[in-house]
């Protein structure tokens, strides 16, 4: 069974940075499409960026481009997320999660049959 642990959040001023861990178990990472999300209360969970563990290829939201990274250890099957010049519309629980059956398909994002971490917080203030 896959497990996914994120880390990282908290409260951060606008402006300011933070960077999110999400250390996976269980699985061999390099054939996994591993991705980050998030949800705002009584909104729909958004994309925020993805990444193919195997080649490296990612992409992003267009609300973070350019102020986001995404990145992995192989090594340590962990992907991170850096967040930088952080916005009060960021605010909201990100989540991580791995999908191998996308991976499998040519995806480089996660989609219906991925596996998803219990989340964290992350809170901008203006």
């Known amino acids: 069974e896959v497990q996914l642990v994120e880390s990282g959040g908290g409260l951060v001023q606008a402006g300011g940075s933070l960077r999110l861990s999400c250390a996976a178990s269980?699985?061999?990472?390099?054939?996994?499409?591993i991705g980050w999300f998030r949800q705002v209360p009584g909104k729909e969970r958004e994309g925020v960026s993805c990444i193919s563990s195997g080649d490296g290829t990612s992409s992003y939201a267009d609300s973070v481009k350019g102020r986001f990274t995404i990145s992995t250890d192989n090594a340590k099957n962990t992907v991170y997320l850096q967040m930088d010049s952080l916005k009060p519309e960021d605010t909201a629980v990100y989540y991580c999660?791995?999908?191998?059956?996308?991976?499998?398909?040519?995806?480089?994002?996660?989609?219906?049959?991925?596996?998803w971490g219990q989340g964290t917080l992350v809170t901008v203030s203006s």
């Open positions: 269980a699985i061999n990472f390099d054939d996994y499409a």
């Open positions: 999660a791995a999908d191998l059956i996308a991976a499998q398909f040519g995806e480089t994002c996660p989609g219906k049959s991925a596996s």
